[in-house]
């Protein structure tokens, strides 16, 4: 059978009980017979392998010397196969709508019968909106002949292989201290600060500015708010007035973050009266950085394979929606977490099961990701249904499961990372502490229809989980993994399985949803799933289309 496309070679070789280096596979792709060469290759390699390499193609070819050639999965429609008219005969759900609200605002919202809303749009701001194509009958291959050494993705604030915590006493202090210095450094500019025990030895009546972490928040009974702040020296007490045009900045303060506050101190010198207050916030100059090419990334998470609500024909149309000429320029797979359903993770999940086996699990998962071109780059996290530790940072997944899920060797990577790609700063991070904010803070500025408002609370605070001990589960480190020390500019997140995105100060916020429809757990918690979509960034312009699959 004719072989020309990296992505027929790859599931022939796992018909045959083999996963392959994406070298290998653009290697067999580029010879004059790559079926041949196929067929070479199996019977070249030792009987206990599992994995094909670059050499071994150029071992079973006899020319250790051949070099890599550039990745092209060009396919002239004369040599598709009936492998592609065996294709579904199914386009994504599209719309012409353009999305509105400040900076691009958009969550899917239910319709007049009750079910979620199937449009998809683009971000404002020159964004495309999809207007037809997908994997439709005879349509044309993708055909991605960028040349490979154009592409660059690199990690950046990756816990795996640095985990140092023991959960002693001084590794809490060692974390909260990096904490306030990160995040102490954004704010001193901003105010003439001084630390808890120098302010407390000066005069009453006098200015005072202070930048700590927020140790406690509570009410008097006139209805004022005494926040305590901590920082490296002690703690001291800052009253903010309910009559202040600010005080409504106390209901989006979490415990355990970092703001700085101006005021005067009481006669007594006792206490501060807040005349203003700052958090560390993406400077409102902030410019994003863009891609010199025009070439794209699809963001998606929360997979759920195993779970009998995986939507897997939605998943196999996007896959197959990948493979077409309209999606040749999406090169990138970034993936946010939950690739599988886990085991044990909430109350009477087994009923939920299709697959009860975890490593069954990630089997599965890996057989659905070698759907995907074998030329496109992978990148994915951890979330808190995958076989890591809870605590965040979570560090990548272990060698047996890096090789389960090997397929187009995929980068893998902590939970959260900072990646780049072709110059655009991504921040990866699976979203746990979403719970947390949506709790804690006013439905108006955090909810679970609107998540990518609860992801500019955490752009604001520069941290993508700022309390500790609450909903999110935090791991003791030598240093605080999950400040923003950088301005990304775009932030991406799931775990909510909830659809939503628009940009503050120029950053662009993405929850990608979820392929798992309402599970009765779900159900019991009112949780609405957007299921089956796709958004696809441009990175060149940051515009984002968004694509629905279920």
């Not at 010397?65 to 990745?71: F, G, I, K, L, M």
């Not at 492998?83 to 900076?103: K, L």
């Not at 009998?308 to 977490?337: P, S």
């Amino acid at each position: 059978m004719p072989l020309e496309t990296p992505v027929r070679i790859v599931r022939e070789l796992a018909a045959r009980g083999y996963n392959a280096e994406q070298a290998a596979v653009t290697l067999i792709a580029s010879t004059e017979r790559p079926g041949r060469t196929l067929e070479r290759v199996v019977e070249h390699v030792d009987d206990a392998a599992l994995r094909i390499t670059a050499g071994d193609v150029r071992g079973a070819l006899g020319d250790p010397a051949v070099e890599d050639p550039p990745v092209s999965t060009g396919e002239p429609a004369s040599n598709r196969t009936t492998e592609d008219d065996d294709r579904r005969d199914t386009s994504p759900e599209e719309t012409s709508e353009t999305a509105s609200g400040v900076g691009g605002e958009r969550s899917p919202r239910n319709d007049t019968d009750g079910g979620v809303d199937t449009s998809t749009s683009a971000v404002a701001g020159g964004g495309r909106t999809a207007a037809g194509g997908g994997p439709e009958h005879g349509s044309p291959a993708a055909s991605r002949t960028a040349d490979p050494s154009l592409r660059s993705l690199e990690v950046d604030g990756d816990v795996t292989g640095q985990s140092t915590g023991t959960g002693e006493y001084g590794d809490f202090v060692k974390v909260f201290r990096d904490r306030y210095e990160k995040l102490s450094k954004q704010l001193r500019g901003r105010v003439n600060h001084r630390p808890a025990t120098a302010i407390q030895s000066m005069s009453g009546g006098t200015d005072a500015a202070m930048v700590g972490l927020v140790n406690d928040i509570r009410s008097t009974k006139s209805g004022h708010w005494l926040v305590e702040l901590e920082d490296t020296t002690g703690t001291f007490p800052c009253l903010v007035m309910k009559d202040r045009e600010f005080a409504g900045f106390v209901d989006e303060l979490l415990l355990d973050e970092c703001i700085a506050v101006e005021g005067t101190l009481s006669d007594d010198a006792g206490i501060m009266f807040v005349d203003s207050m700052h958090f560390p916030d993406v400077p409102r100059t902030y410019s994003p950085n863009t891609a010199d090419r025009h070439v794209q990334a699809a963001l998606v998470s929360d997979i759920h394979v195993g779970s009998q609500e995986f939507e897997a024909d939605a998943w196999t149309r996007f896959a197959d929606w990948l493979h077409t000429e309209e999606a040749e320029r999406v090169e990138y797979l970034l993936i946010a977490g939950d690739m599988v359903e886990g085991v044990g993770v909430y109350p009477d999940q087994d009923e939920e099961l299709d697959i009860v086996d975890i490593y069954e699990q990630y089997e599965r998962f890996s057989e659905h990701l070698k759907d995907v071109p074998g030329d496109m780059e992978i990148l994915m996290i951890p979330g808190n249904h995958d076989a890591v530790r809870l605590a965040e940072p979570q560090p990548g997944f272990d060698e047996n499961l890096r090789e389960i899920m090997s397929a187009h060797d995929a980068r893998i990577t902590g939970n959260p990372s900072l990646v780049t790609v072709e110059g655009v700063r991504v921040l990866m991070y699976h979203g746990v502490s979403l719970d947390e904010v949506i709790a804690e803070l006013p439905e108006e500025k955090a909810s679970y229809d609107d998540p990518h408002k609860a992801m500019y609370q955490l752009l604001k605070k520069r941290h993508v989980a700022p309390q500790f001990g609450g909903k999110t589960r935090l791991a003791p480190e030598e240093k605080d993994y999950l400040v923003m020390e950088e301005v990304p500019d775009v932030f991406h997140t799931g775990h909510v399985h909830k659809l939503g995105w628009g940009k503050y100060h120029e950053v662009l916020a993405v929850n990608s949803g979820c392929w798992q429809a309402q599970t009765d757990f779900q159900k019991s918690v009112n949780i609405d799933p957007d299921v089956g979509y796709a958004p696809i960034l441009d990175l060149d312009t940051l515009d984002m289309t968004v694509r629905k699959f279920a």
